[in-house]
């Protein structure tokens, strides 16, 4: 098992149509991720790829299929699951030109921790739920309203802060 992000292309021809598959368990990079949810580093992630030459350079495309760990926003819990994410970079041939943000080939090898990471961030949700309904946690005491949906403060009286709006939409009416 090859773990590494780096790919050797020397087996590859540089004539335009030329492909070959690629598949490979790697080890995740570091912070492959944003705050709420992520890929442990480490932690396998499945690459099916395809490399094609390109004209300019070597076509990757494919997907990648990692777990994911993070949590939920509205209830802070846990929340692990298995996505696919599309990978398509172009990876430029040395003394091509192309702006500053491209990836090249070095070496007849090609990094794809580039191209995964901005597979994985771009598709990662914002604002991650344990499941679209969720019930979030109870503003008052901080209990978790989908472990008890029936749960309620009704006896629990307002917090004073509210009262000055209270008698803010009072006098508007």
């Given at each position: 098992m090859n773990t590494s992000l780096l790919v050797g292309i020397h087996e590859?021809?540089?004539?335009?149509?030329?492909?070959k598959q690629l598949h490979r368990i790697c080890d995740a990079p570091p912070?492959?991720?944003v705050e709420m949810i992520g890929v442990r580093t480490g932690d396998?992630?499945?690459?099916?790829?395809t490399l094609?030459?390109?004209?300019e350079g070597v076509w990757v495309t494919g997907t990648a299929v990692a777990e994911l760990h993070g949590h939920c926003v509205r209830c802070l819990s846990d929340i692990t699951y298995s996505d696919s994410?599309?990978?398509a970079e172009?990876?430029?041939?040395?003394?091509?030109?192309?702006?500053?943000?491209?990836?090249?080939?070095?070496?007849d090898e090609i990094d794809l921790d580039p191209a995964l990471r901005a597979a994985v961030i771009l598709e990662l949700p914002?604002?991650?739920?344990?499941t679209?309904?969720?019930l979030g946690l109870c503003p008052i005491c901080g209990l978790n309203l989908n472990e008890s949906p029936e749960h309620s403060h009704t006896d629990t009286p307002p917090d004073d802060r509210w009262e000055r709006l209270k008698s803010d939409l009072n006098l508007n009416q």
């Open positions: 590859l021809p540089r004539r335009a149509g030329e492909h912070d492959l991720g396998p992630v499945n690459l099916d790829l094609q030459s390109a004209g994410f599309n990978i172009l990876y430029y041939y040395p003394g091509r030109e192309a702006d500053e943000e491209a990836n090249y080939v070095v070496n914002i604002n991650p739920l344990c679209p309904d969720c």
